[in-house]
T-cell receptor
Framework: GDSVTQMEGPVTLSEEAFLTINCTYT??????LFWYVQYPGEGLQLLLK?????DKGSNKGFEATYRKETTSFHLEKGSVQVSDSAVYFC?????????????FGTGTLLAVQP | EPEVTQTPSHQVTQMGQEVILRCVPI?????FYWYRQILGQKVEFLVS????????KSEIFDDQFSVERPDGSNFTLKIRSTKLEDSAMYFC?????????????FGPGTRLTVL
C-alpha cells in the first residue's frame, strides 16, 4: 500500500543553519503531498502542500518540491530559527473511495539551538 | 482564523470503560476525520465521515469504535470498552472538500490514557 518514509530524527541545528528533512513516498496513484508541523503542546498545522509533479509548496521560508521521478518531497529552509523547533510530518493524500485519507511519515523532531 | 477544537485535552480512564472524545470542526467544512498517534509511532488514519455516514475506515476502527455527528457542530469518537492499547493521542480533522487536493485542518488532539 501507499507509504511515506522520513529521515530519522532528532535533527539538531544551530540558528541560521540550512535545513533539509528528507521525505520519500510510495503510491499507486497520483497523490497530493503535504508537510505538517507540530509545535510543542499543539496540534498538527499545515505547513505547505503540492498537488502535482514539479509543484513547489512554500510557507514561512520553508519549501518543498514534488518530484515524481524520485518520489520525493524534501523539506528545506535556508536559515532556521529557534522558533522552528518542532516535529515535522510528511504526508500524502491518498484518494480512496469518496474521501481523502492522509498517510503520514513517522515525523522528524527538529531542535534549533541559539 | 477558524480552527478545529477538541475536548478534553487529556482523558484518563480505566480499562473497559467507555470514552467519548469530542471535536468541533470548522463550520463550513463537510468532511470529518479521526486519526490517532500512539506514542513514538506514526499518525494513523481511523475513519472519515461525510453526509452523516462513514466514508472510509481503517482496520483499526473495529466494532469498539463509533463516530457520530449529534448536532450541527460536534463530531464525536466513542470507544465502547477501552483497552490499554487504545492509549494514544487522538486527532480530529476536517476539510471543506473530499478530494486529494483538499487540505485537512487538525485539532490540538486529546491524549487518552487507559489504565
Amino acid at each position: 500500500g501507499d507509504s511515506v518514509t522520513q529521515m530519522e530524527g532528532p535533527v539538531t541545528l544551530s540558528e541560521e543553519a540550512f535545513l533539509t528533512i528528507n521525505c520519500t513516498y510510495t503510491a499507486t496513484g497520483y497523490p497530493s503531498l503535504f508537510w505538517y508541523v507540530q509545535y510543542p503542546g499543539e496540534g498538527l498545522q499545515l505547513l505547505l502542500k503540492a498537488t502535482k509533479a514539479d509543484d513547489k509548496g512554500s510557507n514561512k521560508g520553508f519549501e518543498a518540491t514534488y518530484r515524481k521521478e524520485t518520489t520525493s518531497f524534501h523539506l528545506e529552509k535556508g536559515s532556521v530559527q529557534v522558533s522552528d523547533s518542532a516535529v515535522y510530518f510528511c504526508a500524502l493524500g491518498d484518494y480512496g473511495g469518496a474521501t481523502n485519507k492522509l498517510i503520514f511519515g513517522t515525523g522528524t523532531l527538529l531542535a534549533v539551538q541559539p | 482564523e477558524p480552527e478545529v477544537t477538541q475536548t478534553p485535552s487529556h482523558q484518563v480512564t480505566q480499562m473497559g470503560q467507555e470514552v467519548i472524545l469530542r471535536c468541533v470542526p470548522i463550520s463550513n467544512h463537510l468532511y470529518f476525520y479521526w486519526y490517532r498517534q500512539i506514542l513514538g509511532q506514526k499518525v494513523e488514519f481511523l475513519v472519515s465521515f461525510y453526509n452523516n455516514e462513514i466514508s472510509e475506515k481503517s482496520e483499526i476502527f473495529d466494532d469498539q469504535f463509533s463516530v457520530e455527528r449529534p448536532d450541527g457542530s460536534n463530531f464525536t469518537l466513542k470507544i465502547r470498552s477501552t483497552k490499554l492499547e487504545d492509549s494514544a493521542m487522538y486527532f480530529c480533522a476536517s476539510s471543506k472538500g473530499g478530494v486529494r487536493t483538499d487540505t485537512q485542518y487538525f485539532g490540538p488532539g486529546t491524549r487518552l490514557t487507559v489504565l
